[in-house]
């Protein structure tokens, strides 16, 4: 799936539209190789722990530049300690793990669906709101961005954070 994905910088009250959805804590952990080679490429390894099942997730670089949004190829793994171990047998390590918080969401808009997540993340002081649309295509993820924008602008967010929460954790970490 194309994953056409926004995120804003939102005050710790903002309270989207749409209709609530259970919250959710998601534990991440982002695999690389020894050289980085990954990251570099613009690709991500991830392993999430959400709910008590665990998800393996392969992003391929962005194919929006702008709005960091990826194809991603998701896999439900039976045991998530394992497919860590898994991973570093083949070489991949750990580089970031960290904490997100989330009040989940749904709405539609001209025509899509969206997942709003009002995101805080165990790093930053921030609250993040992610908005995104799932797509078949590149082409129909691409098309959903500006109608995430005007729905993000009716909501009253227009603080846009392109930044990748990885590279705000790895930050987060230079800094002290």
Sequence with gaps: MFE??????????FFPAGTALAPEICRDVYYDRPDGSLA?????L???ERGGATVLTFK???FDA??????EIETSVADGTAMGKLLEALGYAPFAAYAKRLRRFRD???GL???????????APETFVEIEHLAATRAGALAALPAIRAYAAALGLSRECPRAYTDMFLA???AG
């Design 4 to 13: 056409a994905e926004l995120k804003f910088v939102a005050e710790a009250a």
């Design 40 to 44: 570099a490429s613009g690709r991500e």
């Design 46 to 48: 991830r392993l999430r």
């Design 60 to 62: 391929s670089p962005p």
């Design 66 to 71: 702008a709005t960091a949004s990826k194809e």
């Design 108 to 110: 539609a808009y001209r």
């Design 113 to 123: 669906g969206l997942e709003i997540a009002v995101v805080t993340v165990d790093f």
């Design 172 to 174: 987060a970490r230079r």
